[in-house]
Protein backbone atom coordinates (compact mmCIF):
# COMPACT_ATOMS: atom_id res chain seq x y z
CA UNK A 1 0.00 0.00 0.00
CA UNK A 2 3.09 2.15 -1.01
CA UNK A 3 1.72 5.84 -1.84
CA UNK A 4 4.99 7.20 -3.03
CA UNK A 5 7.61 4.46 -4.15
CA UNK A 6 11.77 5.33 -5.51
CA UNK A 7 14.25 3.03 -6.89
CA UNK A 8 16.69 2.04 -6.09
CA UNK A 9 17.14 3.42 -2.22
CA UNK A 10 20.60 3.34 -2.33
CA UNK A 11 22.81 3.88 -5.29
CA UNK A 12 26.40 3.93 -5.74
CA UNK A 13 28.41 4.86 -9.27
CA UNK A 14 31.72 6.26 -10.28
CA UNK A 15 32.10 10.03 -11.52
CA UNK A 16 31.50 10.29 -14.95
CA UNK A 17 28.73 7.17 -15.21
CA UNK A 18 24.82 7.81 -16.11
CA UNK A 19 22.46 6.82 -13.85
CA UNK A 20 18.57 6.94 -13.54
CA UNK A 21 16.44 6.76 -10.44
CA UNK A 22 12.37 6.14 -10.80
CA UNK A 23 9.58 7.29 -9.06
CA UNK A 24 5.80 6.28 -8.76
CA UNK A 25 3.06 7.03 -6.83
CA UNK A 26 -0.67 4.96 -6.05
CA UNK A 27 -2.25 8.44 -4.81
CA UNK A 28 -3.74 9.43 -8.29
CA UNK A 29 -2.23 12.52 -7.95
CA UNK A 30 -1.42 14.77 -11.29
CA UNK A 31 1.69 16.67 -10.02
CA UNK A 32 5.17 14.78 -8.91
CA UNK A 33 8.32 16.83 -8.13
CA UNK A 34 12.08 15.81 -7.53
CA UNK A 35 13.96 17.22 -3.96
CA UNK A 36 17.65 17.22 -3.78
CA UNK A 37 18.59 16.86 0.26
CA UNK A 38 22.33 17.52 0.68
CA UNK A 39 24.46 16.46 3.32
CA UNK A 40 23.21 19.52 5.62
CA UNK A 41 19.52 18.23 5.06
CA UNK A 42 18.70 21.03 3.62
CA UNK A 43 15.55 20.51 0.56
CA UNK A 44 15.33 21.92 -2.35
CA UNK A 45 13.11 21.29 -5.59
CA UNK A 46 14.62 20.76 -9.02
CA UNK A 47 11.61 19.74 -10.86
CA UNK A 48 7.74 19.65 -11.33
CA UNK A 49 5.53 17.84 -13.78
CA UNK A 50 1.65 18.33 -13.91
CA UNK A 51 -0.48 15.57 -16.30
CA UNK A 52 3.23 14.65 -17.69
CA UNK A 53 4.17 18.69 -18.34
CA UNK A 54 7.53 20.18 -17.04
CA UNK A 55 6.13 23.02 -14.63
CA UNK A 56 9.14 23.99 -12.11
CA UNK A 57 12.84 23.83 -13.16
CA UNK A 58 14.81 25.56 -10.73
CA UNK A 59 18.13 25.84 -13.09
CA UNK A 60 19.42 22.50 -12.14
CA UNK A 61 21.84 21.84 -14.74
CA UNK A 62 20.89 20.02 -17.81
CA UNK A 63 22.95 16.67 -17.25
CA UNK A 64 19.89 16.33 -14.94
CA UNK A 65 16.29 15.33 -17.02
CA UNK A 66 13.36 14.18 -15.69
CA UNK A 67 11.16 11.91 -17.60
CA UNK A 68 7.14 11.43 -17.06
CA UNK A 69 6.02 8.80 -19.24
CA UNK A 70 2.51 9.16 -17.44
CA UNK A 71 0.76 10.95 -14.28
CA UNK A 72 2.28 8.24 -12.20
CA UNK A 73 5.48 8.17 -12.92
CA UNK A 74 8.16 10.51 -13.00
CA UNK A 75 11.64 9.47 -13.34
CA UNK A 76 15.28 11.54 -13.09
CA UNK A 77 18.24 10.81 -15.19
CA UNK A 78 21.72 12.10 -14.30
CA UNK A 79 24.19 11.86 -17.25
CA UNK A 80 27.69 12.43 -16.45
CA UNK A 81 27.44 12.21 -12.81
CA UNK A 82 30.10 14.52 -10.33
CA UNK A 83 31.44 14.50 -6.81
CA UNK A 84 28.61 17.51 -6.15
CA UNK A 85 25.43 15.38 -7.46
CA UNK A 86 25.72 13.15 -3.72
CA UNK A 87 22.53 13.80 -1.92
CA UNK A 88 19.06 11.90 -1.28
CA UNK A 89 16.88 12.83 -3.64
CA UNK A 90 13.21 12.74 -2.94
CA UNK A 91 10.41 12.25 -5.30
CA UNK A 92 6.68 13.69 -4.14
CA UNK A 93 3.54 14.01 -5.31
CA UNK A 94 0.27 16.49 -5.13
CA UNK A 95 -3.14 16.73 -6.01
CA UNK A 96 -2.87 20.17 -7.54
CA UNK A 97 -6.74 20.29 -8.97
CA UNK A 98 -9.56 21.75 -6.45
CA UNK A 99 -10.82 21.36 -3.92
CA UNK A 100 -7.53 19.83 -2.03
CA UNK A 101 -4.58 21.13 -3.59
CA UNK A 102 -0.92 21.59 -1.91
CA UNK A 103 -0.20 18.48 0.42
CA UNK A 104 2.84 17.00 -0.60
CA UNK A 105 3.53 13.23 0.21
CA UNK A 106 7.25 11.97 0.04
CA UNK A 107 9.03 9.23 -1.38
CA UNK A 108 11.68 7.06 1.05
CA UNK A 109 14.29 8.57 -0.58
CA UNK A 110 17.35 7.33 -2.96
CA UNK A 111 21.00 8.03 -1.73
CA UNK A 112 23.07 8.44 -4.60
CA UNK A 113 27.05 8.46 -3.80
CA UNK A 114 29.43 9.28 -6.64
CA UNK A 115 32.74 8.35 -5.69
CA UNK B 1 11.19 34.53 -4.40
CA UNK B 2 10.32 32.94 -0.96
CA UNK B 3 12.60 32.66 1.62
CA UNK B 4 11.68 30.81 5.09
CA UNK B 5 14.14 30.46 7.70
CA UNK B 6 13.90 28.47 10.69
CA UNK B 7 15.27 28.50 14.18
CA UNK B 8 16.93 26.69 15.87
CA UNK B 9 19.02 24.20 14.01
CA UNK B 10 18.92 21.83 17.43
CA UNK B 11 16.90 21.43 19.98
CA UNK B 12 17.23 19.55 23.12
CA UNK B 13 14.34 18.67 25.44
CA UNK B 14 13.44 16.19 28.18
CA UNK B 15 10.89 13.82 28.12
CA UNK B 16 7.67 15.20 28.59
CA UNK B 17 8.56 18.85 28.32
CA UNK B 18 7.19 21.26 25.21
CA UNK B 19 9.27 22.07 22.06
CA UNK B 20 8.53 25.26 19.89
CA UNK B 21 10.53 25.51 16.46
CA UNK B 22 9.78 28.91 14.44
CA UNK B 23 9.82 30.20 11.09
CA UNK B 24 9.70 33.09 9.26
CA UNK B 25 8.53 33.42 5.66
CA UNK B 26 8.89 36.46 2.96
CA UNK B 27 7.08 36.01 0.70
CA UNK B 28 3.27 38.23 2.12
CA UNK B 29 1.57 36.26 -0.87
CA UNK B 30 2.42 32.99 0.69
CA UNK B 31 -0.89 30.91 2.14
CA UNK B 32 -0.05 27.95 3.33
CA UNK B 33 1.72 26.08 5.72
CA UNK B 34 3.14 22.97 6.12
CA UNK B 35 5.56 21.25 8.62
CA UNK B 36 7.24 17.67 8.10
CA UNK B 37 9.16 15.35 9.98
CA UNK B 38 12.01 13.69 9.16
CA UNK B 39 12.88 10.15 10.98
CA UNK B 40 16.62 9.17 10.01
CA UNK B 41 16.70 7.63 6.79
CA UNK B 42 13.14 8.14 5.69
CA UNK B 43 11.32 10.59 3.73
CA UNK B 44 9.46 13.58 5.01
CA UNK B 45 6.16 13.20 6.34
CA UNK B 46 3.56 15.81 6.82
CA UNK B 47 2.66 16.20 10.46
CA UNK B 48 0.36 19.72 10.50
CA UNK B 49 -0.38 22.29 7.90
CA UNK B 50 -2.27 25.69 8.42
CA UNK B 51 -3.62 27.84 5.76
CA UNK B 52 -3.45 31.70 5.80
CA UNK B 53 -7.16 32.22 6.89
CA UNK B 54 -6.70 30.76 10.19
CA UNK B 55 -4.60 31.55 13.29
CA UNK B 56 -4.13 28.49 14.89
CA UNK B 57 -4.48 24.69 14.40
CA UNK B 58 -4.37 21.56 17.11
CA UNK B 59 -3.94 18.15 16.63
CA UNK B 60 -3.54 16.16 19.96
CA UNK B 61 -0.09 17.32 20.96
CA UNK B 62 0.79 19.62 17.98
CA UNK B 63 -0.27 23.05 17.35
CA UNK B 64 0.64 25.29 15.05
CA UNK B 65 0.56 28.74 14.88
CA UNK B 66 0.34 31.59 12.41
CA UNK B 67 1.15 35.32 12.31
CA UNK B 68 0.32 36.91 9.11
CA UNK B 69 1.12 40.34 9.77
CA UNK B 70 4.90 39.53 11.27
CA UNK B 71 5.11 36.42 8.81
CA UNK B 72 5.94 33.54 11.23
CA UNK B 73 5.14 30.64 12.10
CA UNK B 74 5.49 28.55 15.10
CA UNK B 75 5.43 24.69 15.69
CA UNK B 76 4.66 23.31 19.35
CA UNK B 77 4.39 20.18 20.44
CA UNK B 78 3.57 19.30 24.07
CA UNK B 79 4.55 16.54 25.89
CA UNK B 80 7.51 15.49 24.19
CA UNK B 81 8.13 11.34 23.68
CA UNK B 82 11.37 9.89 22.47
CA UNK B 83 9.75 8.88 19.30
CA UNK B 84 9.14 12.63 18.81
CA UNK B 85 13.32 13.08 18.23
CA UNK B 86 13.38 13.70 14.41
CA UNK B 87 14.70 16.55 12.01
CA UNK B 88 11.72 19.00 11.55
CA UNK B 89 10.94 21.22 8.47
CA UNK B 90 8.78 24.08 8.05
CA UNK B 91 7.13 25.35 4.33
CA UNK B 92 5.78 27.84 2.68
CA UNK B 93 3.98 28.31 -0.58
CA UNK B 94 2.11 30.78 -2.69
CA UNK B 95 -1.35 28.40 -3.02
CA UNK B 96 -2.61 29.63 -7.18
CA UNK B 97 -4.84 28.23 -9.48
CA UNK B 98 -2.66 27.12 -12.31
CA UNK B 99 1.68 27.59 -12.12
CA UNK B 100 2.36 30.92 -13.51
CA UNK B 101 5.50 32.06 -11.45
CA UNK B 102 5.76 28.93 -9.79
CA UNK B 103 2.93 29.28 -7.28
CA UNK B 104 2.68 25.73 -6.50
CA UNK B 105 6.50 25.67 -5.53
CA UNK B 106 7.06 24.75 -1.67
CA UNK B 107 10.08 26.22 -0.10
CA UNK B 108 11.67 24.38 3.05
CA UNK B 109 13.17 26.13 6.27
CA UNK B 110 16.61 24.52 7.32
CA UNK B 111 15.73 22.23 9.63
CA UNK B 112 14.94 21.50 13.30
CA UNK B 113 17.41 18.86 14.80
CA UNK B 114 15.00 17.93 17.85
CA UNK B 115 16.12 15.05 20.40
CA UNK B 116 13.83 14.11 23.15
CA UNK B 117 15.96 12.79 26.21
CA UNK B 118 15.09 10.45 28.89
Known amino acids: DTAVSQTPKYLVTQMGNDKSIKCEQN?????MYWYKQDSKKFLKIMFS???????INETVPNRFSPKSPDKAHLNLHINSLELGDSAVYFC??????????????FGPGTRLTVL | GENVEQHPSTLSVQEGDSAVIKCTYS??????FPWYKQELGKGPQLIID?????GEKKDQRIAVTLNKTAKHFSLHITETQPEDSAVYFC?????????????????FGTGTQLKVEL
Open chain 1, 92 to 105: ASSQEAPPRADTQY
Open chain 1, 27 to 31: LGHDT
Open chain 1, 49 to 55: YNNKELI
Open chain 2, 27 to 32: DSASNY
Open chain 2, 50 to 54: IRSNV
Open chain 2, 91 to 107: AARRSERGFAGGGNKLT
